[in-house]
């Protein structure tokens, strides 16, 4: 089990690191049309997609993100836990 355990708490965090670039991006008017954005928001929107389907958009604010980190941070904290095994 330890070998999943590795590989799901590597692939968490990398898909953390692109949501969060992803929220940055979006902070600061990142430019959609560049290269960068293009390949984050590829990474990032199979996992948001779903969620934004889900919970409601409050205002102006989609919170899809915030809710994709949780489950991410679960879903690394489960693969340390599979190594442990």
Known sequence: ???LGLFITVV???LL???I?????SWI???PENPIAQVIQE???PI???IRSVMPRIGMFDLSPMAATFLLIILA???TRLQSV
């Not at 670039?21 to 991006?25: A, E, L, S, T």
């Open 1 to 3: 089990m330890q070998p």
């Open 12 to 14: 968490a965090y990398v």
């Open 17 to 19: 690191i692109a949501v």
């Open 21 to 25: 670039i992803r929220i940055i991006f």
């Open 29 to 31: 008017g990142f430019d």
């Open 43 to 45: 990474i990032t929107e």
């Open 48 to 50: 948001l997609a779903p």
């Open 77 to 79: 904290s489960l693969g």
